[in-house]
C-alpha cells in the first residue's frame, strides 16, 4: 500500500521569505503522479502544483516550485515571496487509482 | 459551470441515524472519492470510483456505503451514525488518471 508522510505539523515563514515543506511517500510503483494541495481557512482544497513520476524536470507554478526526487521518494515545495495569504494547511498526495494524502502541515504567514 | 457540489453543507445526526451525503459534479470527469477530514489525521480516503457502475473501497470503509449509478453522482450513505463518524467529508471528481481532483466545498457532519 502507498503511504504519504509529512512530518512537520507547523512551520512558520516571515512575509517574502522561501519555505521548504517536506513530503516523503512510498511505493513500490514507477509510474504515479504527486501533488501539493492548499486548504485556507475556508476549507476549500486548491491543486497548487502537479508532477508525473516519469518526468525529471521538477514542476513549477509561479512562486510555487517542487524537488522531487525519485530515488529517494521524497516531493517537497517550496514557496518564494510567501505571501500573508499562503497561510493555510498543505497536504501532499500521490495518485495511482486514488489520491492518497499525508496529514498535513499548517503553514503560518507572518508579517 | 458549478464543479463538484455537495449537500448538505451542515448535518447533524443522532446516534443510529442513517443518511445520504449527495454528491454531483457536471465536468463529466470518471473518478470520484470521497473522504473525511479529522484534526491531525489529513483527508482519508473512505470510496472512490473509476466510472459509472464500478467502486472500491478506501482506507477507512466501514460504515459507509456509495454506489455510482450514473457519471454525474456518487452519494455516500452512512448506515447507522456514530460519534467517532463526525467529521468533515469531501467529495472530489477526476477527468483522468494523471489529472488533479477537484473538490467540493465539503460537509460538516456531527453525530450526537
Known amino acids: 500500500a502507498q503511504t504519504v508522510t509529512q512530518s512537520q505539523p507547523e512551520m512558520s515563514v516571515q512575509e517574502a521569505e522561501t519555505v521548504t515543506l517536506s513530503c516523503t511517500y512510498d511505493t513500490s510503483e514507477n509510474n504515479y503522479y504527486l501533488f501539493w494541495y492548499k486548504q485556507p481557512p475556508s476549507r476549500q482544497m486548491i491543486l497548487v502544483i502537479r508532477q508525473e513520476a516519469y518526468k525529471q524536470q521538477n514542476a513549477t507554478e509561479n512562486r510555487f516550485s517542487v524537488n522531487f526526487q525519485k530515488a529517494a521518494k521524497s516531493f517537497s515545495l517550496k514557496i518564494s515571496d510567501s505571501q500573508l495569504g499562503d497561510t493555510a494547511m498543505y497536504f501532499c498526495?500521490?495518485?495511482?487509482?486514488?489520491?492518497?494524502f499525508g496529514t498535513g502541515t499548517r503553514l503560518q504567514v507572518f508579517p | 459551470n458549478a464543479g463538484v457540489t455537495q449537500t448538505p453543507k451542515f448535518q447533524v445526526l443522532k446516534t443510529g441515524q442513517s443518511m445520504t451525503l449527495q454528491c454531483a459534479q457536471d465536468m463529466n470527469h470518471e473518478y470520484m472519492s470521497w473522504y473525511r477530514q479529522d484534526p491531525g489525521m489529513g483527508l482519508r480516503l473512505i470510496h472512490y470510483?473509476?466510472?459509472?457502475?464500478?467502486?472500491d473501497q478506501g482506507e477507512v470503509p466501514n460504515g459507509y456505503n456509495v454506489s455510482r449509478s450514473t457519471t454525474e453522482d456518487f452519494p455516500l450513505r452512512l448506515l447507522s451514525a456514530a460519534p467517532s463518524q463526525t467529521s468533515v467529508y469531501f467529495c472530489?471528481?477526476?477527468?483522468?488518471?494523471?489529472?488533479?481532483?477537484?473538490f467540493g466545498s465539503g460537509t460538516r457532519l456531527t453525530v450526537v
Open positions: 498526495a500521490f495518485k495511482l487509482d486514488k489520491l492518497i
Open positions: 472530489a471528481s477526476s477527468y483522468s488518471l494523471e489529472g488533479g481532483y477537484t
Open positions: 470510483s473509476v466510472g459509472a457502475g464500478i467502486t
